[in-house]
């Protein structure tokens, strides 16, 4: 980091030098992305610190494994002062190997491949992972960081921006990176684990998995992990603990591990996964994007109108498809929704981003 951005972090006092470290960091990220950024102004990172549940607004969606999640999304101010701390949070730490969540160049399938040609996973999820790290544990981070330390009032402050209610929000973009600051010692003790029973380890947010060649050293290893999470102030969620092996369908990061049985193990996106979208071109197709939103339960819900959310989702979908295994049939999903796209009047790609869009009719003049 360059020196004068690393002096306010290191000395900074008050409202006036964040403000101006934020305008830099913002301006640092909107260079390299190709855009002008505004200034913010005193008394509106003074309002954010004041107040920060103001600039959030709350909602549900459902989980795959039923029931609701809890999002608490930064309102668009507060999500770029996030957005422009994320280049601070990585710079501030190594992360292992072992970690793949949003760490650049790693991503779900190298995730899962860590586990390929191995006979029994252990899949463990992390209890209520964000709200459990604390403001207080963020704080002492940045202030004790083996890189760079934060003066009092700039860790406090910046540890203030990135949290609500005195922990993580699920729907920040800083709050997976910050896990990464915080589990760094989790990770060397969950590897040397791993080491102890002869399995293999890696991490995705708060997807724990361990592999290995029998079921036995799993066992052995369950009780000892679970151990460790509490001592790092996490718990286990044994609702989603679960030891998969051969004789059943193995699941890492919603990823399939396949074909160890016949010699060549590959990553896959499930079946079920690949059906829903060619449903869903189909319907497009067949019913017009209208119908097909509504046949796909798309409400309208969080301010998006259900035509271009049906559309969003779509795109993303096909998107991950092709990132994980971009076969043929997945090769003609794509040209499949660039067909529609076209047929709806849409003069972008299937691999235009539309999120900054408000309803189609907007997306369709990109």
């Not at 036995?216 to 969620?237: H, Q, T, V, W, Y």
Request: glycine fraction near 6%.
């Amino acid at each position: 980091m360059e020196e004068h951005l690393s002096t306010h972090l290191r000395t900074g006092q008050d409202v006036q030098t964040l403000t101006r470290f934020l305008n830099a960091m913002l301006l640092r990220r909107a260079e390299k992305d190709g855009w002008t950024p505004w200034r913010w102004q005193e008394r509106q990172i003074d309002a954010m610190l004041t107040d920060p549940s103001w600039f959030y607004r709350s909602f549900t969606i459902p989980k795959k494994s039923g029931g609701l999640r809890h999002i608490d999304a930064p309102k668009r101010t507060l999500k770029l002062v996030q957005w422009a701390l994320v280049p601070l949070f990585s710079e501030m730490f190594t992360p292992s190997s072992q970690v793949y969540g949003f760490v650049k160049g790693r991503g779900i399938v190298d995730n899962a491949s860590v586990h390929l040609g191995q006979s029994a996973l252990l899949n463990v999820d992390i209890q209520g992972f964000f709200p459990s790290v604390s403001r207080s544990r963020i704080e002492a981070i940045l202030k004790d960081g083996p890189v760079l330390r934060l003066s009092e009032y700039m860790a406090r402050s910046i540890a203030r921006l990135c949290t609500l209610h005195g922990g993580l929000p699920q729907g920040s973009p800083a709050s997976a990176v910050l896990t990464n600051l915080v589990t760094v010692r989790l990770d060397a003790r969950l590897a040397g684990l791993a080491e102890q029973f002869g399995c293999r380890y890696s991490r995705y947010v708060d997807d724990i998995t361990l592999s290995a060649s029998s079921r036995a050293a799993l066992d052995r290893a369950l009780p000892k992990l679970e151990m460790i999470l509490l001592s790092e102030g996490f718990a286990l969620n044994t609702n989603k603990t679960r030891i998969q092996t051969l004789s059943m369908r193995r699941e890492v990061t919603g990823l399939v591990l396949s074909g160890e049985r016949i010699g060549v193990p590959a990553v896959n996106v499930p079946r079920p996964y690949r059906r829903q979208v060619r449903a869903m071109l189909h319907h497009w197709r067949k019913h017009g994007i209208s119908e097909a939103a509504a046949r796909n339960g798309f409400d309208g819900d969080h301010g998006v109108r259900p035509d271009l959310a049906f559309v969003r989702q779509l795109q993303g979908r096909i998107a991950h498809l092709r990132h994980v295994n971009p076969t043929p049939e997945v090769e003609r999903f794509y040209t499949d929704l660039s067909d529609l796209l076209v047929s709806e009047g849409f003069r972008t790609s299937p691999d235009t981003d539309l999120e900054c869009c408000a309803d189609l009719e907007s997306a369709k003049a990109i």
